[in-house]
Nanobody, 114 residues
Framework: QVQLVESGGGLVQAGGSLRLSCAAS????????MGWYRQAPGKQRELVAT???????AYADSAKGRFTISRDNAKNTVYLQMNSLKPEDTAVYYC????????WGQGTQVTVSS
């Protein structure tokens, strides 16, 4: 069993920044792709960004140029730096990883006010 714990969410004004963290209870060094997803009210969960063990990152179009995903294998933690936040970024943000089975965190709320 693996536990993922997200933190760093909160309320921020448009144009502001937040840094989300996802701490894993097991080593992430062998997890090929750790990811951040989000789900807004009434919408489906969507991919925000992923990062491979080699550090290659991929982003949703909505995140490109504003968000940066990173990982610290020594700390078993994945980060999502979010800049220039917009009201449409308001959602619950989830961390995902796969250790054989797929695991999700409980989510952290991000609210961006206009």
């Amino acid at each position: 069993q693996v536990q993922l714990v997200e933190s760093g969410g909160g309320l921020v004004q448009a144009g502001g920044s937040l840094r989300l963290s996802c701490a894993a209870s097991r080593s992430i060094s062998s997890v090929d792709a750790m990811g951040w997803y989000r789900q807004a009210p009434g919408k489906q969960r969507e991919l925000v960004a992923t990062i491979t063990t080699g550090g290659s990152a991929a982003y949703a179009d909505s995140a490109k140029g504003r968000f940066t995903i990173s990982r610290d294998n020594a700390k078993n933690t994945v980060y999502l730096q979010m800049n220039s936040l917009k009201p449409e970024d308001t959602a619950v943000y989830y961390c995902r990883g796969r250790w054989g089975n797929e695991y999700w965190g409980q989510g952290t709320q991000v609210t961006v006010s206009s």
